[in-house]
């Protein structure tokens, strides 16, 4: 391995995760090599060495990958699982296509689901020099910096949902990113999360504009990637919808690496336990039990509706799709299923999203006249 402050380390895009992990990183004497975020040509290069029947998550953080190291990094690394689904054969696998491409030994494994050993012997492989105080203070970096990009898409969607000019908070929030990616240590960062929640809060909104309020669960790697979900908060935005996840890299980091005695409450993975329980008993990969028991949760709190997103083959989530039929039974809230794969048009996914939110305003108007009847008799 080269010396570790003249090595450059790639992860995959997976929303705004490059942010925390370039701040992890330089804390660790490591520099972040940031690839292109993902699009078409990510796709094309990711789908031209896979399999062909792999998920799209699979294709596209290979086409991360081989981007970034055309682009002169020396390791790429990612998070990997024991996996029941096919998470746990990416790591193997992707490490075999960049061999056959000439990249060998140029992967790093993370095995996030060691909980903070597995983070910790991940960053000893990053750096071998750094010393165990480093270490902590590059876990307690990228902690802190999930937490904070989490706050400022909650204000986002918030914002976006009720702005009277289309994009005014998107790129308040883009410029919060700026001040963000510039915070040199975590007192820095609160500074910084401040100011780009401040600027945020100051675009015009109009309080009057009719908001649905929507959830949305699936696989979390689409739920959270921009171009694979064909930025769906930036779409119901647009339609007056606010968007909610609790599939969040930081309620990932509650469950996978923070000790019990800092977490307040329950976390994301014990609700979902809790509340899938009637339909799904156990773990069956991926975000499955989540996303059963998301609708659950989103039904309990009486929201206009729920989007479950996941991508093509994804065996997780097919079986979640299929028990969903059945929550109807108990769960009265609307639910829209969208499939990813690369082929997946604009144009037919808008209108679908479009037609989704007609519904739900249709219904909770016709909810609020029957109320009100209720209250005049
Ligand atoms: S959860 Fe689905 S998309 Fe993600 S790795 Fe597993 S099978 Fe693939």
């Excluded at 570790?4 to 992990?21: D, L, N, V």
């Excluded at 296509?97 to 000893?124: A, I, T």
């Excluded at 930025?231 to 890299?249: A, F, K, P, Y």
């Amino acid at each position: 391995m080269k010396k570790a402050e003249k090595s450059k380390i790639a992860f995959p895009h997976m929303g705004t995760i490059s942010y925390a992990w370039r701040a992890a990183l330089r804390k660790l004497g490591v520099e972040a090599y940031i690839p292109p975020y993902t699009n078409k040509r990510t796709l094309s290069v990711g789908t031209k060495y896979s399999p062909e029947s792999i998920c799209l998550p699979y294709k596209l953080i290979l086409g991360n990958f081989i981007e970034a190291l055309e682009g002169g990094c020396d390791y790429v690394s990612m998070i990997t699982s024991p996996g029941i689904c096919r998470l746990g054969e990416y790591g193997q696998s992707i490490e075999n296509v960049l061999k056959d491409l000439g990249y060998e030994n140029r992967y790093l494994e993370l095995s996030l689901y060691d909980g903070f050993k597995g983070m910790y012997d991940f960053l000893g492989k990053a750096n071998p020099e750094a010393n165990f105080f480093r270490k902590i203070e590059s876990i307690y970096t990228v902690i802190n910096f999930v937490f904070s990009l989490d706050k400022m898409a909650s204000v986002l969607s918030y914002y976006r949902a009720r702005e009277e000019k289309f994009g005014q908070a998107e790129q308040a929030f883009n410029k919060g990113l700026e001040l963000i990616d510039k915070a040199q240590s975590v007192r820095e960062l609160r500074k910084a999360e401040r100011e780009a929640v401040r600027m945020i809060k100051q675009t015009p909104i109009d309080r009057n504009r009719e908001v649905l309020y929507v959830d949305i669960t699936g696989e979390i790697y689409i739920v959270l990637d921009f171009f694979s979900n064909q930025n769906i908060n930036r779409e119901l935005g647009r339609m007056g919808v606010q968007t909610r996840t609790s599939l969040t890299v930081s309620s990932f980091l509650k469950d996978a690496i923070l000790p019990k005695w800092m977490k307040k409450g329950e976390t994301h993975l014990e609700r979902a336990f809790r509340l899938a329980k009637p339909y799904l008993m156990r773990d069956i990969g991926g975000d499955s039990l989540e996303s059963v028991s998301d609708v659950a949760y989103a039904n309990e709190r009486g929201i206009d509706g729920i989007i479950h997103i996941s991508p093509f083959t994804c065996m997780p989530e097919i079986v979640s799709q299929n028990i969903f039929p059945k929550m109807r039974e108990n769960c009265d809230i609307p639910i829209l299923t969208l499939i990813m794969d690369e082929q997946t048009g604009k144009a037919g996914y808008i209108t679908r999203l479009e037609a989704f939110t007609d519904l739900m305003k249709r219904r909770k108007r016709k909810k609020n006249t029957e109320n009100t009847i209720k209250e005049g008799v």
